[in-house]
């Protein structure tokens, strides 16, 4: 069964703690892999889409990067503004049924 | 206006009220989706439509009820709601619905809740 599993549930850093979060997924044949931010109350607000292997992607200071099996959102010198839900997502696509696939999500605190 | 907007932002409703929420991209986009985000769960497909066709129905109750007249405007008509059925509902629209790898933009989202 295609999954997307994200870990952890939630993580609390220090301003300016570096960290990772990651996103794995057992889909057959990816086509791409999509990460949202995610404010309380809010709509997903589009980050990056990877689609091969080894590709990285960069917006201010998160990073973006994609293996085979797993992908990886860095952190860098995070900001109590960085403090989000960050959601990762995977095309999946079985029979007639075509959609993306999200995963629950991790919860960043980025505390002052 | 920008982006996708939904309407209304916060809704409070009973189980046997009938109420409509309603949902405009102004990206110029061919496909729209309608997803239901409840407490501690993923996001959930509920609604495809591409090119004003439905392509998908992801197994959701007849108590919903989706309508898209246009690729601008999609709506989901509410009626004989559950408890269960209070949650966060999005809206997001794509250039082409029938890729998924093309990157959905979502609305803000309507809180429901069911008395």
């Known amino acids: 069964e295609d999954q997307v599993t994200q870990s952890p549930e939630a993580l609390r850093l220090q301003e300016g703690e570096s960290s990772s979060l990651n996103c794995s997924y057992t889909?057959?044949?990816?086509?791409?892999l999509f990460w949202y931010r995610q404010d309380p109350g809010k709509g997903p607000e589009f980050l990056f889409t990877l689609y091969s292997a080894g590709e990285e992607k960069e917006k201010e200071r998160l990073k973006a990067t994609l293996t085979k099996k797993e992908s990886f959102l860095h952190i860098t010198a995070p900001k109590p503004e960085d403090s989000a839900t960050y959601l990762c997502?995977?095309?999946?696509?079985?029979?007639?049924?075509?959609?993306?696939?999200f995963g629950s999500g991790t919860q960043l605190t980025v505390l002052p | 206006e920008t982006g996708v907007t939904q309407t209304p932002r916060h809704l409070v409703m009973g189980m046997t009220n009938k109420k409509s929420l309603k949902c405009e991209q102004h990206?110029?986009?061919?496909?729209m989706y309608w997803y239901k985000q409840s407490a501690k769960k993923p996001l959930e497909l509920m609604f495809v439509y591409n090119f004003k066709e439905q392509t998908e129905n992801n197994s959701v109750p007849s108590r919903f009820s989706p309508e898209c007249p246009n690729s601008s405007h999609l709506f989901l008509h509410l009626h004989t709601l559950q408890p269960e059925d209070s949650a966060l509902y999005l809206c997001a629209s794509s250039d082409r619905g029938g890729t998924l790898t093309d990157t959905q933009y979502f609305g803000p989202g309507t809180r429901l809740t069911v008395l």
């Open positions: 990206l110029g986009h061919n496909a």
């Open positions: 889909v057959s044949g990816l086509r791409g």
């Open positions: 997502a995977v095309p999946f696509s079985s029979g007639s049924a075509r959609q993306l696939t």
